[in-house]
């Protein structure tokens, strides 16, 4: 927020902004700042809650790479895209840090799907694969016959 950074000229008096005044503006400023603090909490919950759930695909080898995910990019962004600016208003290099791990983490997941999209688009699964139904068809096809295979049944 820049209302804290009101300047008077010669026609504007020095307590009068645009929209709200120089103090009101810095009161906004702060508000805003706890504001985004608060999102940022609430991004990271579900950022975990993501994680988690990609984690147990990942340990049960279910998962089949599509283009849905590169859905987690935009939430990478908008979450280095905050630290970098809370570190600007705040002036804090803990978040400075943070914005560095996050644009690196960004660069990895941005890379990976890179690397598997490219994979897909030249195999052909990609384009010209099977659809997701069919995808989950087998997957629990492939369940189902694994527990009976274990039951004896």
Do not use: H
């Not at 950074?5 to 706890?34: C, H, M, S």
């Not at 068809?137 to 016959?145: E, Q, S």
């Amino acid at each position: 927020m820049r209302f804290a950074q009101y300047k008077p000229t010669a026609v504007q008096p020095p307590n009068i902004g645009t929209f709200w005044t120089a103090e009101t503006g810095r009161g906004v400023d702060g508000a805003g700042i706890l504001l985004a603090l608060l999102f940022l909490g609430f991004d990271y919950l579900w950022f975990c809650i993501a994680i988690v759930g990609v984690a147990d695909v990942l340990i049960r080898r279910q998962a089949t790479y599509s283009l849905t995910w590169w859905s987690i990019v935009f939430p990478t962004v908008t979450l280095t895209t905050a630290w970098l600016e809370l570190s600007y208003a705040m002036d804090s290099p803990t978040f400075r840090a943070l914005t560095c791990a996050m644009t690196v983490f960004l660069t990895i997941v941005y890379f990976v799907n890179l690397g598997f999209t490219l994979r897909g688009v030249f195999n052909g699964s990609l384009i010209f694969g099977q659809s997701q139904v069919q995808i989950e068809d087998g997957m629990m096809k492939k369940a189902i016959d694994g527990d009976m295979g274990e039951d004896g049944v």
